[in-house]
């Protein structure tokens, strides 16, 4: 699925409209943010944690790697991988201790094998000064949130 994003708010409101589709318990799934240096990673996973219902800061993860958050009954993990060289890495960020929650992972690409457990691929791309978003489901409960959505009457 493909969508034009022309300005920021977009990416914010693609986000949103991907709370919509995805289940009440999201523990265990993993959606990947693609996209080159300033595509709007951050800024689709912000908005997505505020639409969960954060409020308050949502401080990068590069550092950290990993920023958890606890929103009702669901754990959110804001992961960034950009500083992370190999997938051995992953095993000292305790990438298995964050299945109970979603986990949303910038520069997946970091961590190859990433893309065999993950459940959605949003791939944001520069498009002059606007961005293009592709929507790719991954594993079959992946692949049904994006038919469901492609399916869907914009709101
Ligand atoms: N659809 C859009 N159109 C134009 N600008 C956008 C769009 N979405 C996000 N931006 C802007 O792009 C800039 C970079 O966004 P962001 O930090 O989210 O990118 P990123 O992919 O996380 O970057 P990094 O690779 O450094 O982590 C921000 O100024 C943001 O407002
Ligand atoms: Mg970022």
New binding site residues.
């Given amino acids: 699925m493909k969508r034009h994003?022309?300005?920021?708010e977009?990416?914010d409101a693609l986000a949103a409209e991907l709370l919509r589709f995805l289940p009440a318990d999201t523990a265990g799934w993993t959606l990947l943010l693609e996209?080159?240096?300033?595509?709007?990673?951050?800024?689709?996973a912000r908005a997505l944690i505020a639409s969960l219902g954060h409020d308050g800061p949502i401080p990068?993860p590069?550092y950290t790697l990993v920023e958890p958050y606890r929103l009702d009954d669901r754990s959110i993990y804001h992961v960034?991988l950009?500083r992370v060289s190999s997938e051995d890495e992953l095993r000292f960020l305790g990438w298995h201790e964050l299945e109970d929650g979603l986990r949303l992972v910038?520069?997946p690409d970091r961590a190859p094998g990433l893309s065999d457990a993950a459940d959605l691929r949003i791939h944001?791309e520069y498009a002059g000064?606007?961005?293009d978003a592709e929507i790719t489901g991954l594993s079959p409960r992946g692949d049904a949130l994006v038919k469901q959505w492609a399916a869907s009457k914009p709101t």
């Fill in positions: 994003l022309p300005d920021p977009a990416t996209g080159e240096l300033g595509a709007g990673k951050s800024t689709f990068s590069t960034d950009y910038e520069w944001l000064l606007a961005r």
